[in-house]
């Protein structure tokens, strides 16, 4: 009943109301990147939030300090590595302060090593108090931070697991669903 209502309200508020509350990052960070270096990326979100120049500075401070992106800063967009790029994307939704992060499929254009430091960025979030969603079809990364997990086939929520249900399914399954591994 209390979930229905907050889904209407959800349903019913405008992209702008939800701009300071939900921060996206997309499988491919250069689709949501509006500016050519690192720090003025950062910057732009809070600046179309029509924020203060003092606070913009001091959310770059602090993204830049929790997420250790200080030695991405002033540095060309365009020399960074895909896995660089996506800590920025993350960064510049951080600085936004939203309360749930919504991740596309957000290791699709990574190597290993990047998905590693995804997952520290998003174990950083959760245990901070943040409500993360990762639409993915690849786990094996995520595994350690899973609550719960949906399976959600043509728009619709067909399945809910536990972490341990899940992590647990046999390959055959997994496969059956769509789904790379666990592990």
Known sequence: ???????????????????GQI?????????????????????FGCENLGLAREETIERIAKA?????????LNRSIFALSSGEKQQIAIGSVYALAPKVYIFDEP?????????RRLAEI???????????????HRFYYLRDLIDRVFLIQEGKIEREFAREEFCS???????????????
């Open 107 to 115: 290791s699709a254009n990574l190597d290993y090593a990047a998905t």
């Open 122 to 136: 998003m174990g950083k979030l959760k245990h901070a108090g943040y409500t993360i969603f990762v639409v993915e």
């Open 1 to 19: 009943a209390a979930s229905d209502v907050y889904k209407r309200q959800l349903l019913e508020m405008k992209p702008s109301e939800l701009a």
């Open 64 to 72: 830049a300090k929790e997420l250790e992106l200080v030695d991405y």
């Open 23 to 43: 921060g996206t990052v997309f499988q491919d960070p250069r689709s949501q990147f509006f500016m050519t270096d690192t720090t003025r990326e950062l910057a």
């Open 169 to 183: 399914l046999p390959k055959k399954i997994r496969i059956s669903y769509g789904l790379r591994t666990a592990y």
